[in-house]
């Protein structure tokens, strides 16, 4: 028995159009309450009838199974979260879902399993009935070689690896860095060669004549 709420949401005036369907916190016990219609029943539109449907939730709706469940070979994303579901799942390959690669089954019965290797079964198993799949329950099938990953990724922030670029760049940073010492050397040698000269005369210079004698153009007075 489906609710007039839920019947309002599945009337649509072409259903082919139809891509994203969401069916959240409605009551459907059965998936075969809304994929298929009895003959002469035109209440709403079954799902089976929705043919290019890419997203379907059917997030806590009181769902027990999954039989009968709609050929849909466009969907790409199924939320069945927070239902009732202990298994069943065989009837997810039976509905030909050739395109489906996100399915959610979180908060289910089929979750409710104590032991880690019995988990690791269930979620094996969902793959070897759907090889299509690659996220289930928020997560790849291959989650132990995306750690791997990375823990290469920090390896390599710890020991980059050294481009071209930044050899140029390194390499421009250096010369700019000598070229500067150089020009501090050279600004600092007048500085001492008249620290010498005054200490030499034991007495201040004017600064015309300091840089006179160390150009080598100063004359002396009185000669």
């Not at 395109?99 to 409710?112: C, E, F, R, T, V």
């Not at 005054?198 to 015309?208: F, I, R, T, Y």
Request: proline residues 4%; aromatic residues 4%.
């Amino acid at each position: 028995m489906v609710d007039l709420a839920l019947q309002k949401k599945l009337r649509f005036e072409d259903p082919t159009k139809v891509e994203e369907l969401f069916l959240d916190n409605h009551k459907i016990s059965k998936i075969s309450d809304i994929s298929h219609l009895p003959p002469g029943q035109t209440d709403f539109t079954p799902l089976s009838e929705v043919k290019n449907l890419v997203s379907l939730s059917l997030c806590n709706v009181n769902l027990h199974k999954l039989e009968n469940f709609p050929i849909l070979p466009k969907l790409k994303k199924l939320s069945l979260g927070d239902n009732k579901i202990a298994g069943g799942l065989e009837a997810l390959t039976m509905a030909k879902l050739e395109s489906l690669n996100h399915l959610d089954l979180s908060n289910n019965k089929i979750n409710d399993i104590k032991e880690l290797e019995a988990l690791q079964g269930y979620r094996d198993e969902i793959f070897k009935i759907l090889p299509q799949l690659y996220s289930l329950d928020g997560q790849d099938r291959d989650s132990e070689e995306e750690s791997n990953d990375e823990q290469t990724k920090s390896n390599k922030s710890k020991n980059p690896q050294i481009s071209a670029e930044t050899i140029d760049s390194n390499e421009e940073q250096a010369s700019e860095s000598d070229e500067v010492e150089e020009l501090e050397v050279t600004d600092s040698e007048p500085s001492n060669e008249k620290a010498s000269l005054d200490k030499g005369k034991g007495v201040a210079l004017p600064q015309e004549i300091k840089s006179g004698l160390i150009n080598g153009t100063g004359t002396s007075r009185g000669r």
